[in-house]
């Protein structure tokens, strides 16, 4: 697998394993992740498979779980 960098084509990050939430909708408007070799982990919008892919590393991605499980980030659901 090539050096993973933000910005890159999701095409180019080849073998890697896409999930999303089992809470996305069925019209694929999705957040998928991917574990990369190196720790990383690769995000891309399932509307545009192909990329941009951001990439982040494991600390970046627990600081942004933690939050979103404390609610930090309830009020940019529009509710």
């Not at 909708?25 to 720790?39: D, I």
């Not at 690769?42 to 499980?69: H, Q």
Request: with cysteine; proline share 6%.
């Amino acid at each position: 697998m090539p050096h993973a960098y933000n910005g890159m084509a999701a095409r180019d990050l080849q073998g890697a394993v896409w999930r999303k939430s089992r809470y996305s909708n069925s019209q694929g408007s999705c957040v998928e992740f991917a574990r990369l070799p190196g720790g990383e982990v690769a995000m891309r919008n399932s509307r545009f498979p192909e990329g941009p892919v951001l990439v982040y590393t494991p600390a970046e991605i627990e600081a942004m779980i933690l939050g979103v499980k404390d609610g930090e980030f309830d009020d940019l659901m529009g509710h």
